[in-house]
């Protein structure tokens, strides 16, 4: 430990952005997870679908249905219906009558949709969708090298975006009608005997579960000085994921969350270095809780250290024969 010891005010300045690194990833996880007991559950969907680095069609692949075709086929929609509404039913043991009554709020649901893709309008918003979609996938398959074009293959990427959320929104609109009708025919006695229905987590569930655990256990780690070198580690490979998924580059669109102008070093990129700076040194053991647990190795090895030398000092000192 003496060995990489910079110093009172080098060790101070080191444990102080370690605690403030830690505070960040901590403060952003509680946030996220807070966010859900408030009502407005995070999620990392709008993250990954923002993004326009070299792992981006990574990051696409992770975002169930990326392109909302299941959601736009009437068909498979109203099948998706079919098994919430069995679900449900099946669930709080619906007797015939709540039965009756939740396949009349289907119905309902299922007239809407009818006469909404029926609708002229909608045929040609849903057609032009899928023109456009067909022409982002071509410029996708070879993406442009001239800056004019990459510009026009951005406005198609955003014109796509706006044209699926706009035929989005009203299918989301008919499934929380759904979904509230249904959930009204639960008797009191229902929901207090069997309790709310287990959901299925997908994919981006877990994301964002792993996402928040990580923020949390990174932060707590780098604030108690706990595991410091594997904790800075995550929270550098964390930071890494976040910049390659938007990174400054020329040529790729500019994050438009982003405070201020950056060009290949931003905000992310510099804390990603000063985790691995932190996890370079053994801060942990200079306040943390890291010294309680581990420190007894590092004594251990001085004294070994010690020892070796004033034997070494001892054989040097000792007269040569003659």
């Known amino acids: 430990m003496r060995r990489y010891y910079p110093g009172f005010f080098g060790a101070l300045f080191l444990v102080l952005l370690r605690t403030a690194i830690g505070w960040h990833f901590f403060y952003e996880g509680y946030t996220k997870q807070v966010s859900g007991a408030e009502g407005q559950s995070f999620s990392a969907e709008g993250y990954l679908r923002g993004s326009a680095g070299p792992l981006s069609p990574y990051f696409h692949a992770l975002v169930p249905d990326y392109y909302s075709l299941s959601r736009l086929d009437q068909a498979e929609l109203e099948r998706s219906w079919d098994q919430e509404v069995a679900r449900i039913a099946d669930h709080y043991q619906f007797d015939e009558a709540q039965r009756e009554d939740a396949e009349k709020i289907l119905a309902s649901s299922k007239a809407k ?132 998924s938007m990174p400054p580059w020329p040529g790729l669109p500019a994050n438009p969350l982003a405070e201020g102008h950056y060009l290949y070093v931003n905000k992310n990129l510099i804390e990603l270095l000063a985790c691995l700076v932190l996890a370079s040194t053994p801060n942990g053991l200079w306040i943390g809780l890291d010294a309680l647990l581990f420190g007894w190795v590092g004594r251990r090895r001085a004294r070994r250290a010690e020892a070796a030398a004033e034997r070494e000092h001892d054989r040097s000192a000792r007269p040569a024969r003659i």
């Open 113 to 244: 949709a009818d006469a909404e893709f029926a609708d002229p309008e909608t045929i040609e918003k849903i057609k032009k969708f899928r023109t456009d979609l067909d022409r982002l996938r071509q410029l996708e398959a070879s993406p442009p090298t001239i800056s004019f074009e990459r510009e026009r293959a951005e406005e198609v990427r955003k014109k796509v975006d706006t044209e699926r959320r706009e035929l989005v929104a009203t299918v989301d609109a008919w499934e929380e009608t759904l979904r509230e009708g249904v959930a009204g025919l639960v008797t009191p006695e229902q929901a207090e005997r069997i309790g709310p229905p287990s959901v299925s987590w997908t994919r981006l569930d877990w994301i964002n579960f792993i996402t928040k655990v990580s923020l949390l256990a990174i932060g707590a780690c780098l604030m108690l000085g706990l595991l410091t070198p594997l904790a800075s580690l995550g929270g550098a490979a964390f930071l890494a994921l976040i910049y390659l």
